[in-house]
């Protein structure tokens, strides 16, 4: 049963940091990838990273290039997202998701709230 688990949430203030992480398992990483995506009431759920857990090859939306980047540890099946220089628009609910490159077969973790306000 395959199974992520996002943490690392929080308030912070405008130009604060948070370090994300996606807690994964029940699947072999090697077939997947991982993306955060963050869900707003205005603009509802928006990919904001991937990264390939064959290559590590990674993709930003152009709005967090910059400030967020993606790390990975292999022996506890975690991969992190370390978002800087956080604006109030980076404000949302954000989840991982882990896509397996050829069935596509997709598992959603329940999501950790970051909230970016002064």
């Known amino acids: 049963q395959a199974q992520l688990v996002e943490s690392g949430g929080g308030l912070v203030q405008p130009g604060g940091s948070l370090r994300l992480a996606c807690a994964t398992s029940g699947f072999t990483w090697y077939y997947y990838t991982i993306g955060w995506f963050r869900q707003t009431p205005g603009k509802g759920r928006e990919a904001v990273a991937c990264i390939s857990l064959a290559d590590d090859a990674t993709v930003f939306v152009d709005s967090v290039k910059g400030r967020f980047t993606l790390a990975r540890d292999n022996a506890k099946s975690t991969v992190y997202l370390q978002m800087t220089g956080l604006k109030p628009e980076d404000t949302g609910l954000y989840y991982c998701?882990?896509?397996?490159?050829?069935?596509?077969?997709?598992?959603w973790g329940q999501g950790t709230e970051v909230i970016v306000s002064s």
């Open positions: 998701k882990a896509r397996h490159f050829d069935s596509g077969a997709e598992y």
